[in-house]
């Protein structure tokens, strides 16, 4: 194993050995091909580039304390990449060829799956492109499936500590029937907007609102909202929000705690009624939030007014990331090995 200081990796992008790709030409998959190139050779066409074919997902892969290497859940990764590919009309990849991509990808750069214990883990990129040539609008006839692979740190450097979230009325995210609820590149790009604004106020984090009547609450940047109030898990229904994994395992593990959950929508005005309040994806796990402040409407709702994370937020994470390690036992059946 090479040696990194894996509890300081920051969430970002470094190098490892290889990647994996595959083509979809004339009709049909190719093989796996192995590249230790960081580089694609992509036609100046292809539609990717031009009209958004694209889309993508983002996993983990983790040591246990035994060293075996656990992967969350990577079935309903799969499932949602056939339809964010359906929804921009790409051609799906295979569940096979997805998996052994993965497989392929973590135990080729096996040397960089980070020690147990350190918070860190191997985060996982499947992507799936347009990389035909077109001009005039319409899908492309090729396809590159790709996925790499990079060491990332423990999101909370300091521990698990609340956020501040900024909520930015002036840019919206998705649209109610547009492509929100599928994990596709140009989400991201017109999310840019929310995000550097936030950011400018000193915030971490954009808020969206629903992009048609401004009132209900939709997502907390690239993840899914959450609320607590009088034993219940809130989190909103909204056809622009994309459908967190880890989400729908934190609505599994709080029934199993004997937490009540709703899925419906949730007015702003709301805010000021819940205990906790929290994001949650791939990245961060969960994020507590401490603070959301309105900018528009210079209003603000405080939450961990201790400075602390809230106790259910609390359990619910820790319990998660301990079946995500192996560290629990699995009683769902979400974690499958390496191989
Ligand atoms: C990926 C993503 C999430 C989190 O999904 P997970 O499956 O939990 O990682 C939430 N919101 C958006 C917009 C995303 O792209």
Same mark, same amino acid.
């Given at each position: 194993?090479?040696?990194?200081?894996?509890? !300081?990796?920051?969430?970002?992008?470094?190098?490892?050995?290889?990647?994996?790709?595959?083509?979809?030409?004339?009709?049909?998959?190719? @093989?796996?091909?192995?590249?230790?190139?960081?580089?694609?050779?992509?036609h100046i066409s292809a539609t990717?580039l031009h009209y958004?074919?694209?889309?993508?997902?983002?996993? !983990?892969?983790?040591? *246990?304390?035994?060293?075996?290497?656990?992967?969350?859940?990577?079935?309903?990764?799969?499932?949602?990449? /056939?339809?964010?590919?359906?929804?921009?009309? #790409?051609?799906?990849?295979?569940? /096979?060829?997805?998996?052994?991509?993965?497989?392929?990808?973590?135990?080729?750069? /096996?040397?960089?799956?980070?020690?147990?214990?350190?918070?860190?883990?191997?985060?996982?990129?499947?992507?799936?492109?347009?990389?035909g040539a077109e001009i005039g609008v319409k899908?492309a006839?090729?396809?590159?499936?790709?996925?790499?692979?990079?060491?990332?740190?423990?999101?909370?450097?300091?521990?698990?500590?609340?956020?501040?979230?900024?909520?930015?009325?002036?840019?919206?995210?998705?649209?109610?029937?547009?492509?929100?609820?599928?994990?596709?590149? *140009?989400?991201?790009?017109?999310?840019?907007? *929310?995000?550097?604004?936030?950011?400018?106020?000193?915030?971490?984090?954009?808020?969206?609102?629903?992009?048609?009547?401004?009132?209900?609450?939709?997502?907390?940047?690239?993840?899914?909202?959450?609320?607590?109030?009088?034993?219940? +898990?809130?989190?909103?229904?909204?056809?622009?929000?994309?459908?967190?994994?880890?989400?729908?395992?934190? #609505?599994?593990?709080?029934?199993?705690?004997?937490?009540?959950? @709703?899925?419906?929508?949730?007015?702003?005005? @709301?805010?000021?009624?819940?205990?906790?309040?929290?994001?949650?994806?791939?990245?961060?796990?969960?994020?507590?939030? *401490?603070?959301?402040?309105?900018? &528009?409407?210079?209003?603000? +709702?405080?939450?961990?007014? &201790?400075?602390?994370?809230?106790?259910?937020?609390?359990?619910?994470?820790?319990?998660?990331?301990?079946?995500? +390690?192996? &560290?629990?036992?699995?009683?769902?059946?979400?974690?499958?090995?390496?191989?």
């Open positions: 194993m090479i040696n990194l200081e894996w509890s !300081k990796l920051p969430f970002g992008y470094r190098k490892t050995d290889y990647n994996i790709r595959c083509y979809f030409r004339d009709g049909k998959w190719g @093989e796996l091909e192995v590249s230790s190139s960081e580089y694609l050779n992509l990717a958004g074919q694209e889309a993508f997902e983002g996993m !983990k892969a983790y040591r *246990g304390k035994d060293g075996k290497i656990r992967l969350f859940r990577w079935e309903e990764n799969f499932k949602r990449m /056939e339809r964010s590919a359906h929804g921009v009309y #790409m051609q799906p990849v295979p569940k /096979e060829i997805f998996k052994e991509a993965i497989d392929k990808a973590v135990l080729l750069n /096996e040397q960089y799956v980070p020690p147990h214990g350190t918070g860190a883990a191997l985060y996982i990129r499947p992507l799936l492109i347009g990389s899908p006839n090729e396809y590159l499936f790709a996925v790499f692979v990079t060491p990332v740190g423990p999101y909370f450097k300091e521990g698990f500590n609340p956020v501040k979230i900024a909520v930015v009325r002036d840019s919206d995210r998705a649209a109610p029937l547009g492509t929100g609820d599928i994990k596709v590149g *140009g989400n991201y790009a017109s999310s840019l907007r *929310g995000v550097i604004k936030a950011k400018e106020a000193g915030y971490g984090s954009p808020m969206y609102l629903d992009s048609k009547e401004k009132k209900y609450i939709d997502e907390i940047g690239a993840a899914n909202f959450f609320a607590i109030k009088d034993n219940t +898990y809130i989190t909103p229904k909204s056809s622009s929000i994309l459908p967190s994994i880890t989400n729908m395992s934190i #609505m599994q593990l709080a029934e199993d705690m004997g937490i009540k959950v @709703e899925r419906r929508q949730i007015d702003i005005e @709301e805010l000021e009624t819940f205990d906790e309040v929290g994001a949650c994806g791939t990245a961060a796990i969960i994020s507590p939030i *401490g603070e959301i402040y309105d900018i &528009d409407k210079d209003k603000r +709702y405080t939450f961990c007014k &201790d400075g602390k994370p809230g106790p259910i937020s609390k359990k619910i994470y820790n319990k998660l990331v301990a079946i995500q +390690y192996g &560290d629990e036992p699995d009683p769902h059946g979400w974690v499958s090995f390496v191989k």
